[in-house]
């Protein structure tokens, strides 16, 4: 498997109340680091699944995403949120979602993050010593394999950016 963007991934009306929940007021959102490692980006997230366990009420909203995307199996669904930053820059860094504890990558499991509202910021996402751009558009989803490393950048056209970063077996 290659990097693959979807554009317009479910219908709009689909898309529009999984929106409408994530940007309710009664979501809880928790501040955490982008990634462990970087001690200056944070970010709100919100996990919906982890650990064998559904651990949040949302999990029922994104089931039309889950049928699209053909999931057999899930290791890990996260909300997250950033907020508008004054530049554009690589949040976090470069890395992959799940790793062993040597930091090699999962075998056999799928990355997808899927864009629920427009902004200015993009994922960077390696393949064959190359970087691609894929643009944060609203309704799209790219899928990649988990072995590739890839970041985020700051956004600075909107309030919020919200992403669900996918982590599963197709």
Known sequence: MTIKVIKNFLTESTHKNIL????????????????????KDYQF???I?????VTSTL??????????????????????CNIQQNENRILGGY?????????QPH??????????????GKTLIKENNKVKEIE???????????SLQHTGTTHTDKPFRYVLNLNYFS
């Open 59 to 80: 999990f029922d909203v994104f089931k039309p995403l889950f049928r699209e995307l053909q999931i057999v199996a899930f290791h890990r669904l996260r909300l997250n």
């Open 136 to 146: 944060c558009e609203a309704n799209s989803v790219v899928i990649f394999p988990n």
């Open 107 to 120: 075998a056999n499991l799928t990355t997808a993050i899927y864009y629920l509202n427009d902004t200015d």
């Open 49 to 53: 699944y982890l650990d064998h366990n």
């Open 20 to 39: 409408s929940v994530v940007q309710a007021d009664d979501v809880c959102w928790y501040k955490g680091q982008v990634l462990d490692s970087n001690t």
């Open 45 to 47: 997230s919100h996990t």
């Open 95 to 103: 890395h992959i979602d799940i790793g062993n504890e040597k930091k």
